[in-house]
């Protein structure tokens, strides 16, 4: 995988609008779980992101119904979030369908990386990123964030 120009980074207080941002499933998680230990700052982040066009997969989607069931026992939570995904009831956010070609970018990521440490589901982020030409991804996950630090912003700006 040949290495990318930096892009321009963000902090918490500069001005995203007009920015496409992609969603990691623990974005999500952590603001719909109450003990999840970055609630907070998955709170503040959806204020940060409220007027920015997000972004992210079926596989994240199914991703945060998964954990989500597992961490909050509450199958009709972990169901209605996936039924606002699928149904477009969220506010500027947008589902992308795994259809082939994006299936093959995220495994052409995922075999030419040799970290362990990024997922499938990961590596289907940074495919969706580049396929939307999107700067900015939203995760808690300093793996990926350290993986392509290189290539995106990531938000919120510390974790």
Do not use: G, W
């Not at 998680?29 to 920015?52: G, M, R, T, V």
């Amino acid at each position: 995988m040949k290495p990318t120009k930096p892009m321009m980074k963000f902090s918490m207080e500069e001005n995203l609008e007009n920015t496409k941002i992609v969603l990691d499933a623990n974005i999500v998680i952590a603001y719909f779980s109450q003990k999840d230990p970055c609630h907070a700052q998955a709170l503040l982040c959806s204020k940060l992101l409220e007027n920015q066009l997000k972004v992210l997969n079926t596989l994240i989607v199914s991703e945060i119904a998964t954990v989500l069931l597992v961490k909050t026992k509450d199958k009709y939570l972990a169901s209605q979030v996936v039924d606002k995904f699928i149904s477009n009831k969220y506010s500027k956010t947008r589902m992308y369908a795994c259809d082939s070609s994006l299936l093959r970018s995220t495994s052409a990521i995922f075999k030419a990386f040799n970290d362990t440490k990024l997922s499938f589901q990961d590596c289907s982020i940074i495919a969706l990123a580049r396929k939307l030409k999107a700067h900015t991804i939203a995760t808690f996950d300093k793996d990926l964030r350290k993986a392509f630090a290189h290539e995106f912003a990531f938000l919120p700006k510390s974790i």
